[in-house]
C-alpha cells in the first residue's frame, strides 16, 4: 500500500547546520545556567561538608578511579577553578546548542566520556583530575571546526571569533604546569573536534535522505 504525503516547507533561517544562535536561546540559557548552577551547588556542598567530593575525580588507571569518568566535570578543586571555568562553560555551553539541545546532548556526551577516558589512560600516576575544563575545551574545539565540516561561511566567522579571543587557551592542550590536567584539555578537543566531524556526518545523511524524498514526491511505500 502507498501513501503520499507533501513535505512541508521549511520557514526561513530554519536550517540547523548552519545557525549559530540556539533555535530556542531561552531554553538553551536555562540549560547552561543550570548546569553552571549545579557546578556551584556541587562545590559549596564539597566546602560545607567533610566528604572531600574531589576524591571521586579520575584517577588514572585505577579501576576505583574509572568512576571519575562519569563525577569529574562536575567538582572543582576550589572556587578559583570554579570561577576560571565559569565563562567558558556559559559561552561555549551555550553557543554549543545552535542546533538545538538533543545535539548539545549527544556532543556533550561525547566529549565528557572520551576526555575523561583520556585522562584515565594517560594521566599521571597518583593523581586525581577533576573540572569541567575538559568539556569545555570540547566544546570550544567543536565549535572551532563545525564550520569547516558544514561549510557554513557564519560559523566560521564564529570560529574566527573565539579563537582570536580565547585561541591562546588551546596551548593547554601541552604539558606545562603540573597541577593542570593537560591531558583533559587535549583529549577534550580531540573530542570536540571528533564530534564536529560526526555531527557533519549525521547532517550529510540527513539531507541525503530528504532529496531522495524530495524527489519522489514524499512518496512512502
Not at 578511579?65 to 576560571?84: E, I, N, R, T, Y
Amino acid at each position: 500500500m502507498e501513501h503520499v504525503t507533501t513535505l512541508p516547507a521549511k520557514p526561513a533561517g530554519s536550517d540547523p547546520v548552519n545557525r549559530v544562535l540556539p533555535p530556542n536561546p531561552k531554553a538553551a540559557a536555562i540549560v547552561v545556567l543550570g548546569f553552571t548552577a549545579l557546578l556551584y551547588l556541587i562545590e559549596f556542598l564539597d566546602s560545607v561538608i567533610p566528604a572531600d567530593l574531589d576524591k571521586f575525580g579520575v584517577e588514572p588507571r585505577e579501576l576505583s578511579g574509572l568512576d571519575g569518568v562519569l563525577f569529574a566535570p562536575l567538582l572543582h578543586a576550589g572556587w578559583d577553578h570554579l570561577f576560571s571555568n565559569t565563562i567558558p562553560v556559559l559561552v561555549f555551553g551555550f553557543l554549543a546548542m545552535s542546533a538545538g539541545i538533543g545535539q548539545w546532548i549527544a556532543v556533550t556526551g561525547t566529549i565528557w566520556i572520551l576526555s575523561g577516558l583520556g585522562v584515565w589512560l594517560t594521566g599521571a600516576w597518583g593523581t586525581v583530575t577533576v573540572g569541567a575544563s575538559g568539556v569545555a575545551f570540547g566544546w570550544l574545539a567543536f565549535l572551532l571546526v563545525r564550520g569547516m565540516f558544514n561549510r557554513s561561511f557564519k560559523q566560521l566567522l564564529v570560529a574566527a571569533a573565539l579563537f582570536l579571543y580565547w585561541g591562546s587557551t588551546l596551548l593547554g592542550v601541552l604539558p606545562g604546569d603540573p597541577g593542570i590536567s593537560w591531558e583533559g584539555h587535549l583529549f577534550g578537543a580531540v573530542a570536540g573536534i571528533l564530534a564536529a566531524w560526526l555531527v557533519s556526518v549525521a547532517n550529510k545523511a540527513s539531507a541525503t535522505k530528504a532529496r531522495k524524498r524530495a524527489d519522489t514526491g514524499g512518496v512512502v511505500t
